[in-house]
């Protein structure tokens, strides 16, 4: 009997789901069999999985998190993690693993790929969208839409007190959700980690909008931009103008995967099938164009995803 293996890995995304159900119906419509490794690549090296089949995967297309769990396994930055990882692989005859997971996970997928012959496919799955090899990652069209929910009340807000909100989202070390988020809210400034901001610009910025009237605003600020709680006070000081802080946090990562996270799952846990079965392995398959393609795990895991800026400049001229 072929075994495929499958787990999730690194910060959960809704969709991942969609994408286990996926990969576990069309693997076992091939004549696979598949283990589901728990927690990601940790029970890859505890050798702790489950068998799962057409029906463990019913019922979860539109529940966010991840029915295996998902874990950042520190073991596995190890070369000794990685080797009983790979032994894993082998005891078990797996013959195709499938990784679904963000950018941690391909670097893992990398590493491990060195130590085995089991072929690897990853299906990028994380709100951060930073995976190079694909426009979209699966959950981030989730976390955006959860994001724009939210801000659109506190614009509600902003506007009776007539105050400025920073409105912080994740991202720690990128800046694709805070960029769409930003532009889909008409945000009047947007904070990036790829950008260093300038308090002065963000304070003309206000002081200029309070001049045509715009008595209110929103900064949307990615995490990893910096301290907004000192951001917030220091614009408060220099404008006059009363400043809130509100972090969105954790609920960005939860909730049901919109349609479309829930069918880039499905699409990308069936480009990633048929590559294992067509030996084609040590990808991470993605969205290029609008079409489902693939990328090298290597070519993945040593480029950076540009972010372009220029739609920076396009959120200012919305925001006048
Ligand atoms: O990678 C997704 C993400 O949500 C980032 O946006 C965020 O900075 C990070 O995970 C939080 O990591 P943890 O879940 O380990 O706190």
Redesign the pocket.
């Known amino acids: 009997m072929k075994i495929m293996g499958i787990l999730t890995s690194?910060?959960d995304?809704p969709g991942m789901n969609a994408a286990i159900r996926a990969v576990v119906r069309i693997a076992y419509s091939k004549g696979y069999n598949v283990l589901g490794f728990e927690k990601g690549w940790e029970g890859l090296i505890t050798n702790t999985f489950r068998q799962l089949t057409p029906r463990s995967v019913g019922g979860i297309i539109n529940l966010g998190g991840t029915i295996l769990l998902t874990s950042?396994c520190s073991r596995f930055r190890e070369k000794d993690g990685i080797r009983e990882a790979a032994k894993t692989l082998a005891l078990n005859k797996v013959d195709g693993l499938v990784f679904i997971g963000?950018n941690g996970s391909v670097k893992g997928a990398f590493e491990l790929s060195k130590e085995t012959d089991t072929l690897i496919v990853g299906v990028p799955a994380?709100?951060?969208n930073d995976v190079y090899g694909t426009d979209e990652t699966i959950g981030f069209d989730t976390a955006v839409n959860t994001a724009v929910a939210e801000i659109d009340k506190i614009r509600d807000t902003a506007i009776s007190h007539e105050r400025v909100f920073i409105v912080e989202v994740?991202?720690?070390?990128r800046g694709f959700?805070a960029l769409t988020i930003g532009l889909t809210v008409g945000a009047e400034v947007i904070l990036v980690p790829e950008e260093k901001h300038e308090t002065h610009e963000i304070i003309e910025t206000i002081r200029e909008n309070g001049a045509k009237g715009k008595r209110s605003g929103i900064i949307v600020a990615a995490?990893?931009v910096g301290n907004t709680h000192k951001l917030a006070r220091k614009i408060e000081r220099k404008t006059g103008a009363e400043v809130r802080l509100s972090i969105l946090g954790?609920a960005?990562?939860g909730g049901n995967p919109t349609a479309r996270s829930r069918l880039l799952a499905s699409l990308f846990a069936d480009e990633a099938v048929r590559l294992l079965l067509e030996k084609h392995g040590n990808k991470v398959v993605g969205l290029g164009d609008g079409k489902i393609t693939s990328v090298d795990l290597k070519k993945s895991c040593e480029t950076e995803k540009p972010l372009d800026l220029s739609l920076l400049k396009l959120a200012r001229v919305l925001a006048t």
């Open positions: 690194g910060g995304a950042r963000g994380t709100i951060d994740m991202g720690r070390k959700l995490e990893g954790y960005q990562r």
